[in-house]
């Protein structure tokens, strides 16, 4: 069934749609109160230029019908978050931030933290950035003794002596003392700083009086650090609640996001975010608020723009939404969509060159392949010294950006020091996507081997050994060892030209795979070069070895340590006259 027949087939009803390419891979998820009336829109009328681009790239359409909106956003962000499409990429790769706890433990202490459980009460923030927090934390930490090791120790530390710790560890320390403590600690946080500065101005005081002028000089510091750190901007909205206030600005490429987060009648941060939009603006916007929230605790109360769908929105988070119009808040309101058409405006110019750089230039590559656009790359290199020490890596870029959390390092098994580049690419290819085959992990769009008709023909037998259909292409280097041209499957050379972005994303892709194989492989040797002389030694076993390691650095130190100083180290006698002989004779 053609798309055309199958628009036709599509209900009047709520649900989710999934949008595939040639290659069955889901490229877009969406929603829609009406599949019909959404799905059809993107196949009549005209479109702009990204929009279009995505319309290209659809093969097939499927959908699942809900029984509510909200039903279907719930099952697009399970979508989104199992398939990761090309086209919803950007709305799932925002930071999280930073936030002060005070644990839930016998012997609670203050820490920051970026892992927000729905069940922490004693959370306050976010901050805007992680050294704001940790300064925070740091004037609590020098006011308020509560605990500061990870595990208790078995005598008191250096923070007990200072007078900053209660010390559990060796005193018995009541629940009604931390309570005091974190009431105190909490008003700190809410902004109610009175009490704290009142007793650091008596201690700075007791200091002055004996003299400790340092110590005084030291209080007074931190008081003004103190009201630093605090003197925000006020909100006057009468009242302390946590809310959060949501505005955006669209133009027909771009969508800014601005949220504000108000806590205690005080901004505390601000979050931005820029990316293209591929829908219904205000249906991209409930679809992000939705994706954020699943990371960020949710206030009590939201200040969002009166033509978002406030009723699938409450349903969801579980919360009070407001739509202001008039008074502080729609002025609150105002200024944060002011800020999101600022943020557009500013940031608009280096989106498009970010676009230009990535995604255009993926697309210009699968044009020059003649394949579909490789919105994941697999890009492999080698590295050996003269045959011995064999590795290789492999770097992927997904949408022309670096994924590093999925680079992988092989080491060679099967060579035996006759290493060969198309001996090498074979077996770690064979490694690789056999494993892809048997796992059945995401397949790249494109194969990239460094190298020419060695490591191209390596790749080519390995897939067809597996049945896998997967493009290929290598990067051929010229005599100075720079990236010159393309060579495709059939062993044809394709010319690129070196000022495109194209050949710019082709050069960081194989600069990165040298990069990290020629990493690798200094590692892979020194550990063999140092390793060398202290394996096989009787009674040297790993603890001795990184005893050894931590204490002189090199084997050559070692070789320099009295017979004394290795039994001063904890060396048995055995073990420290094996050492000595067989450094003796390396």
Aim: with cysteine.
């Amino acid at each position: 069934m053609d798309i055309k027949d199958k628009l036709k087939s599509i209900p009047d009803l709520p649900g989710s749609y999934q949008f595939k390419n040639k290659d069955g891979v889901i490229i877009y998820v969406g929603k829609a109160k009406s599949l019909k009336k959404r799905v059809s829109s993107y196949f009549t009328g005209s479109h702009d230029m990204k929009t279009a681009r995505l319309v290209m790239h659809i093969a097939d359409i499927e959908y699942i019908v809900t029984q509510s909106e909200l039903d279907a956003l719930l099952l697009e962000l399970n979508l989104i978050k199992k398939y990761n499409p090309r086209y919803n990429i950007m709305l799932t790769d925002d930071k999280t931030y930073p936030y002060i706890e005070i644990t839930n433990e016998t012997h609670p202490k203050i820490v920051v933290t970026r892992n927000i459980k729905k069940k922490s009460k004693n959370l306050f923030g976010p901050y805007p950035n992680v050294s704001a927090a940790r300064d925070t934390v740091k004037i609590l930490n020098k006011i308020y003794p509560l605990r500061k090791c990870d595990k208790l120790p078995k005598q008191a530390c250096l923070y007990y002596h200072m007078g900053q710790c209660l010390a559990p560890c060796i005193n018995e320390v009541t629940q009604d003392q931390y309570t005091d403590i974190i009431g105190q600690i909490k008003k700190f946080l809410r902004g109610d700083i009175s009490d704290t500065v009142k007793t650091l101005e008596g201690y700075m005081q007791d200091a002055s009086d004996k003299l400790e002028f340092e110590r005084a000089l030291e209080y007074k510091n931190t008081i003004e650090s103190i009201k630093t750190t605090t003197d925000r901007q006020k909100i006057n909205l009468n009242d302390m609640k946590d809310r959060d206030v949501i505005g955006y600005f669209y133009n027909e490429y771009l969508l800014s996001i601005e949220i504000f987060f108000l806590r205690n009648g005080k901004i505390s941060a601000r979050h931005q975010k820029l990316f293209e939009y591929y829908d219904d603006p205000v249906g991209t916007v409930e679809n992000y608020i939705a994706q954020f929230y699943s990371k960020e605790p949710i206030p009590k109360e939201l200040f969002v723009q009166d033509d978002l769908n406030i009723d699938v929105l409450k349903g969801f988070l579980h919360t009070k939404i407001l739509q202001p119009q008039r008074g502080d808040k729609a002025k609150l309101l105002k200024l944060a969509i002011l800020n999101a058409e600022q943020g557009l405006k500013e940031k608009t110019e280096l989106v498009k060159r970010d676009l230009e750089r990535t995604v255009e230039s993926i697309d210009t590559l699968g044009e020059l392949l003649d394949i579909s656009p490789p919105y994941r790359i697999e890009a492999f290199d080698n590295s050996n010294l003269f045959g011995t020490d064999a590795v290789s890596s492999m770097v992927v870029f997904q949408n022309g950006k670096p994924a590093r959390k999925e680079y992988r390092k092989y080491k060679i098994k099967t060579l035996e020091g006759k290493a060969s580049d198309y001996d090498t690419m074979k077996e770690v290819l064979y490694r690789r996507y056999y494993r892809v085959l048997m796992e059945d992990l995401e397949r790249p769009g494109l194969l990239l081997v460094d190298g020419g008709k060695p490591q191209v023909s390596a790749a080519r037998d390995v897939l067809d050994s597996l049945s896998l259909d997967i493009p290929v292409a290598g990067l051929v280097k010229d005599k100075k060892h720079n990236t010159n041209h393309l060579l495709k499957r059939d062993f044809t050379s394709i010319d690129i030209d070196k000022t495109s972005n194209v050949f710019h994303l082709l050069t960081r892709i194989q600069d990165e795979a040298h990069r990290f194989a020629v990493s690798y492989h200094k590692k892979v040797r020194a550990k063999g070069l140092f390793n060398s002389a202290l394996d096989d030694i009787p009674g040297i076993g790993d603890k001795t070895k990184d005893k050894l390691l931590k204490k002189y650095k090199s084997v050559q130190l070692i070789k320099l340590a009295s017979y004394e100083e290795l039994l001063d180290l904890g060396l048995t006698q055995t073990q420290a006259e094996n050492l000595v002989a067989a450094l003796k004779n390396d």
